[in-house]
């Protein structure tokens, strides 16, 4: 029960986060299409650094670039816009779950229909695509990539329906999960949200031409006004002379995820009309209000434990030290020293701050425990750096059930508070105390009474095990994932 | 009518070939799976130098490594071969004719199916992969290549048969033209020949795998012996536990393209029971009984002209000398010099051996002429270094016809022979005299006492016009070739 | 005198910093001596970004690795690592200040001396090194490098002393201006700081192994202990036996560049016995008693204003918060806009929180104004983002002279406060108010009454023009620059 | 004695052939000189392809541009040629010796002088290098290249001379070996032969202005006519006003390396009056003379034995054919199989015409022999094939010696024709007879009577270790050779 044996394995402190999938962009109507996008996903990029690609039409000529790698490393020059022209495009960040990252799976996928090119980007996770897959497979379609989003694309190549938008409708009517899709036909951009708008999508304008991102932080890097979130269930379409709204699935109360405000949104977004920053900070306060020890020093886990540290300071009344230093200098690969040098533990990405830590009774404050490896390792660098008394907060409440909606939680048995009981997680971790914030604390801090059990208001299945959606694939036959599929090597 | 404006702008004295698309290679039930498929490849390197691929096959399990590039790049050491295990492979050379040498377009092309992987090697045309292409795509099918191979994979998918192999002649059924297959499944190497045997394809044998390849060199290079030649019109299937054969087109005469013989074959192997440099040597023969003219020397342009000058030299008696030598270091990139330099008529590929050359009346030897605009210059060479006369002989009936059967030849309205006659096109090229082997010399070359134009012994129709198949793509309305596509970028 | 003009011309908004030079680091008798370089120059990299090289000496072999680029993109793997075996290793990390970054100006440096291998690390810059090259050059000396630093590594090939240390020590005599080095021979680790002590060095220890390096972050990334400062005008020599001391220059009191202290060194470094993280607070606190305005905020300007943004929002009681979020994915390339996208002002590497911004009064706190460009650009986002008022605060004096000893100032021309008034800065950059802190409230934040004008305790030229040395070069004729070099064009 | 062990270790079969160390270029007072250089270096790339180096000077502004690999790789494209602009310019390409392909070796090397800049190309070796190098680092000079040629620079730097004429003359005559060198000052071209002329080098006009080329082949390629050899011991100094030419070493008779005949030179380039094609050629006639053997076909080895066999044909009669076909698609690197499939005996360079071989008495027809390793297998390639009898022919006499003048033989342990008599070496190569072109007979394919041993009129040391210069470097402590240097291993 000790973090022990783990100590020299993994050398990523930051291994041990939630990850979000990928962030979506469109444009339409703008002669910068391609520019805007690129500025887009940059910001987007916090959603997912492993791949990035935009899809332009210029006329009735759809260009694509997708590229391994970060949106400023091969979207950022004069050169890659100019190959890409054109008055409107969509674009695609992506974090890929299965550890298969192939330039096949990453989007915006294509497909030439019989009226027409149609570009999509996927941000969420299809829980009955597995089971869709197998079905069209046997139907004589031939999937090209590995990824769930593709599936919605082979439906809307296979609906019988006339007009581009019903058959986009055809096909997600038959999807379940979670999703905010951004689409683009010749004439038109569309974007989609999921019944229970699980994944984020807003509406901007600039100059006249509308955007669809998946935060507002990317209608701020190009200036763009914020004008409304997509809401749940909603299937916006933008043509240059308007934009019309559906709502296939009815209206029903959104369900939005919460782990957007406690982890993968950018602290300048606007998410549900709540500051990112603020919420966090809240939940820092409200982890004072419940769980307060006496100590000397509020210290963040850099960089996603600073809003809730400032605000547990705040209310607490300790002061707010930099505790911990990281080091911005990382690079893309990661140090992998000799046996020898790995048992000095090095600390490659951050380090402690002694002057701040030693005789000091310290607070650390995160934003959430996922497998507890990091946590381990950063209770023990703070002790060694002369800390008399090491107190872990955590700013979200023990996370106890996997995700299914695109978030990159590992299976139930390695997540600690799923193991273990709070006093075994304290143990584990090494720390002289441990705490959470409450379920109806992070609802405290996102301005409600506290959870409502009978019509919960965001999706919180990690914490609760409160599914909102059928989860098909899981039920289904096991067999589904040992379809024969293509390893691309290279 | 001369050629003086073309003078400096293609560089590449090599420009003015006959392309072919692709070759092919698979094996089945040996360890050395992927690399025996490498060094096999290499060997055929000569049929496609754009791009190169392998699938293996590892128990149930399909992997695939594909590049641009040459093989000896990318699939040469023992890390790229160990990415690759398994018994089994199928890999491809290619050269795209269509300028777009996308990723996804290098093949094998691979589509999960109900019953299990199918990747597919081609090499040739379909004449109406565009007609069916276009019908695919109005029945929901998802194209992610712009070749006309991808649709044979696409009715392989979709046939109602219930084995592979009677779905894999259930497609071919549908496809027109020009092909040599090999296919791989779960259990089985698959190979085909068009109804005609255009192109070709052979059954080797390496200590009792099977082996199908475009030539025989690439049985030779990995030690295989050669057992026989795939028949026009046959599906050969190979097991484990042994081949069978269909001929679902029922047997007719075979009409292979006689381009082999003249330009894409290595001269070391042999097709049609005919080894290729006897042929083309014997070519060379011909043309001196043909059309000899008193001169000094017989200069081969380099280097698929040597055979022939080689037969030229020992029917005429006249001496055979390097007169133009090879630069042999050229790089995959070839200087562009500066607009002064280039008027200086730089030679960056060849240059003339003025020791042999000045003073002497010389007699050039090249296998075919297609636009006339190598020639221009190498005559012009020959003369700049001293040559008193300069008299050019073709080894092959002149091209006024297009291909379209998968070898890159020009529109028709650049091909020398289908613009200007013979005269028109000595002044053009500028030598005082010029020859070609008449049509029914080359069939003579072959051991056939002429061409028998009842029933063609070759696929010929780049000298007459003769095509073999229905060019459907051709007569359909040219919308087809409009289809609204994407351009990948990059 | 407003920074309109500049508005949409330089876009990184980091780009108006100090730049430091290098870091220097040298371990001796440890059998990973070159990955403890590797993870020791890791943590040194915000010392200089532009290049890295190892050399090591295994027995007596030398060997060395030099790249453009971050440590951790070239020395990270165990390849790289095993290339570079040995018992000791010195290596360096650069910022060049002449904009050439070729590979030969990389150090460490190398000579073949008749008594074996001599490589050097140099931090700082000799004030009379063009000087001396231009008399070396007349003598017959081959300077391979335009770096200032191989002066010295001639003078040591030269110098007709017996013992490398008397080289060594013979050399740096005739040598003026700010150095940090560090050596290594067949036999011994030698390290030298400039008789002020203007540039920092640390002595520590692993397992008894001396380590050398620029900063203790250095020695706590490896696990190592700190020993002490070398101290100014001593020459430490390593060898297997032990460690020894000289003092060339005599005994004279210390002044080290305070400028370490503001911006350069790590903030969990310990420089001159002092807590550089606690020094920046208290430049806060200092800065929030001498000129504190009442305010709804702290937001510091990251990453370099936040220490002291911490500590004036301590003093002065307003909250500190994240005002302006950076974004952590910039890669190393950044995005070039088209011309109408650059006229959004868009913000691509950082971006104002506007729930923190939006109707508040804001005290922005950074470390330095150079020349000011960034800081316009910073005001205009902050009021872009709604405050209704914007105090600027420095915790650093104006800097009003260029520096010559390593860090890279831009000419006096260019800097804001030689330029202007107060008033006009506060114009310029268009805050409300505008303040620094004082040059005796430096002092004063160092745990001094203020500055000792009689003996300076700091070298603060850049406030003060209070240059501790002669500057040679400056005075020569200014013929020296213009000696014909070599541009590496590659 | 027999070949066995050696079988499937060196997979190149051009593995075996003698290697030239340099090519050389330079021209003076041309507004393209770089795009010449790179054009010039093009077409001696047979002289070196391990690196290669252009310095250009504009007005006073030297420019270098070095780089591993082929010059058409590097130096191929407008943008290479726009950053090295200027009127003069010097290159080289290079193949090392020694196995360390470092980036400081590749030449040319440059020194600022305190007159000026000096740029200088070197093809040959120093035979007192090493020697001389000892004593200038023991002076105190910095060597930063490991190649001999950097003495002659450092010699340049050090000389008490005024002028730089004077500087250069005086370095030269401390040299000994065979240099052919090529140097570029802030006003002049320079040339230089050593005094027996063992190197080749030519000087040749473009419109005015002055090249030096290792062979006319550098000429032909940018149409610059062909003016005179430069002499045995001259050295030539080429201004805008004119040249003008110095005999430091006085009048002797040259003695011309005899490989460049034999290997070395293009054939088309024309050395020392005589076309080396015809000098090939004859030297196969003379062949066929001494030792012709019965045989059906006469097959060159690929491509330096083609002008050899072409002559052996036309004298004995026998019919000339391509027995054995190149494959020229080998790229940079090698494929290296696995064990089981090197077994296999792979041939990826070339493969044997069965056509051709079967049932044939086979002439072999090789430029020289080394070691005897490739000899080995493709002795037993063509039997292989069905060859009933395999003679070997050698148009040079056994190399015997090995060469210390710029060609990289072998150690003599390993030259065949220094470990074995005629009939070991026929067993070893596994021919069925085995003969050479007597010593008399290659000065008589030169148009001599034979060697005149008194007076020789080539150098000729690798047959009759008769070495024309003093070889001091070997004749001193081999000490020499351990100085300790620094290993680049990047």
């Known amino acids: 029960m000790t973090g022990g044996t783990d100590m020299f394995e993994p050398f990523d402190p930051y291994a041990d986060r939630l990850r979000e999938e990928c962030g979506v962009f469109g444009v339409l109507g703008h002669e910068d299409a ?4 690129a500025l887009g996903l940059h910001a987007l990029q916090h959603r997912g650094q492993e791949a990035a690609g935009i899809v332009t039409l210029d006329k009735d000529q759809f260009r694509a670039e997708r590229h391994l790698g970060l949106v400023g490393d091969h979207f950022s020059n004069a050169d890659t816009i100019s190959r890409l022209p054109g008055m409107a495009a969509v674009g695609h960040v992506r974090y890929s779950t299965t550890g298969e990252p192939a330039l096949r799976n990453v989007q915006p996928l294509f497909a030439e229909l019989s009226g027409g090119g149609f570009a999509i980007c996927h941000n969420g996770n299809f829980t009955n695509a597995l089971t869709l897959r197998k079905q069209l497979i046997e139907d004589g379609a031939i999937c090209q990539s590995t990824s769930d989003s593709e599936v919605v694309l082979q439906l ?17 009517r038959q999807m379940e999960g979670a999703y905010a899709l951004v689409a683009l036909t010749n004439k038109k951009l569309i974007g989609a949200r999921d019944p229970l708008g699980i994944r984020p999508l807003v509406l901007g304008d600039l100059n006249g031409a509308p955007i669809l991102a998946s935060e507002t932080c990317a209608l701020d890097i190009i200036g763009a006004t914020f004008i409304r ?12 002379s308007g934009i019309e709204s559906f709502f296939p699935f009815g209206r029903k109360p959104a369900r939005p995820c919460i782990f957007e405000y406690i982890y993968f949104a950018r602290p300048d977004s606007i998410v549900g009309g709540r500051s990112v920053y603020d919420v966090r900070r809240e939940m820092g306060r409200q982890l004072a209000r419940e769980s307060h020890v006496d100590s000397d020093v509020i210290v963040p886990v850099p960089d996603s434990g600073v809003p809730a540290a400032i605000g547990y300071s705040q209310e607490s009344g300790v002061p707010f030290e930099l505790g911990i230093i990281r080091n911005h200098y990382v690079g893309r690969t990661f140090i992998e020293p000799t046996q020898q040098i790995r048992t000095l533990g090095v600390k490659l990405k951050h380090s402690a701050n002694k002057a701040i830590i030693q005789g000091k009774r310290v607070t650390l404050i995160d934003d959430s425990l996922v497998r507890g490896t990091t946590s381990v390792k950063i209770v023990q660098m703070i002790r060694d750096a002369g800390a008399t008394e090491v107190h872990f907060r955590l700013a979200s409440p023990p996370i106890r059930f996997s995700d299914y909606y695109g978030i990159d939680t590992p299976v139930r048995e390695k997540l600690l508070a799923a193991k273990y009981s709070l006093e075994e997680m304290r143990t584990y971790i090494g720390a002289d105390s441990l705490a959470f914030v409450s379920v109806d604390g992070i609802y405290k801090a996102m301005g409600y009474e506290g959870r409502d059990n009978a019509n919960p208001q965001f999706t919180d299945h990690c914490f609760t095990g409160d599914y909102p959606t059928p989860l098909t694939d899981l039920s289904e036959d096991q067999e589904l994932a040992r379809t024969p599929r293509l390893v691309e090597v290279r």
């Not at 809307?156 to 997600?172: C, L, M, N, Q, T």
């Not at 979130?229 to 240059?240: A, D």
């Open 34 to 37: 391609s520019a805007l996008t």
């Open 156 to 172: 809307v190549a296979r609906s019988r329906e006339k007009k581009i938008v019903d058959r986009f409708i055809d096909a997600i």
């Open 229 to 240: 979130e997509i809401e749940n269930g909603e299937v916006i379409v933008c043509t240059p």
